[in-house]
């Protein structure tokens, strides 16, 4: 099922559990996120940045594959520009048809990103399409960003900036940052600021920079109100050890071969991590339901 985040989120947010978003620039990590998904009968979001789509994931080629992919599973897949910075990028998402669209103007002052976001929010509804914008600033962890108190989401700020804009979800700031974090560094988070922003907005809120947060922290996010948890680097990492491991074990390995095995551990991580955040056993019924009748 090809769909936009709005719905699949709304339903992370009134059942307490969160929605892998999950960066892709190639053909065998959408087969990897998508099979995965199915598996684990989990809702599942492929982003894209611009970056990565000017370096090599072009969005003309993948957002038409990704929907026939999505298309043939019994569960919501949401296609999703990641940190749409100019008006060009993403105009072009939506040409593409791409199913969700995110307004970053997190470095602009308050009222520019209110204006950009009302702006984007209301191409992306007439589209059919959702929206997510950024409160806060969530920068680089090679920048130790997460530990600028003056980037965290302020909490009135917030109830403000999503009544004027509509947006249908919001990244905040709470002290993680995109990237790799130092060896052995697990960022402190403001679950308290969490608790405020989730009971002031009562709507479904993201986290960018999951990768590195650890598992007790990921855990912890989910419980105090985070419904769409953002995974990049975790999974790239994940994808090129698993090509290495493959390519010493047998240094003659097929191409094909070796874009399979890469395949199927990113499998093994997504699905490890889909349990661990609940999205797992979402879309299914109980067995046993009872008689068929005409």
Known sequence: MY???????????????????????????????????????????????PRQMKAHGHGDILAPMIKN??????????????????YEDITKAIEYGFSSVMIDSSSCEFEENVRRTQMIASLAHGKGLSCEAELGHVGLAS??????????????????????TGCDCLAVAIGTAHGSYPEGF???????RL??????????????GGSGAGEENIKKVVACG??????????FKHARLATAKALE?????????LCIAAQNAMKDFIKAYMRLIGSSGRYTFEKDNGPELD
């Open 195 to 208: 608790k405020e922003l989730k009971a002031r907005l009562d709507m479904p809120l993201v986290l960018h």
């Open 143 to 164: 920048q130790a960003d997460n530990s600028k108190l003056d980037l965290y989401t302020n909490v009135e700020q917030a109830k403000e900036f999503v009544d004027r």
């Open 249 to 257: 074990e047998n240094p003659n390995i097929d191409y094909m071969d």
């Open 69 to 86: 992919m999505a298309e043939k599973v019994n569960v919501p897949v949401a296609f999703n520009l990641d940190h749409g910075a100019t």
């Open 186 to 192: 697990v960022p402190k988070l403001d679950f308290e």
């Open 3 to 49: 769909v936009s985040m709005k719905e699949m989120l709304l339903h992370a947010h009134k059942n307490n559990y969160a929605v892998m978003a999950i960066n892709c620039v190639n053909m065998e990590q959408a087969k990897a996120i998508i099979q995965s998904a199915a598996e684990e009968h989990s809702a599942v979001i492929i982003n894209i940045s």
């Open 226 to 235: 985070i419904n769409k948890i953002n995974v990049c680097t975790d999974l």
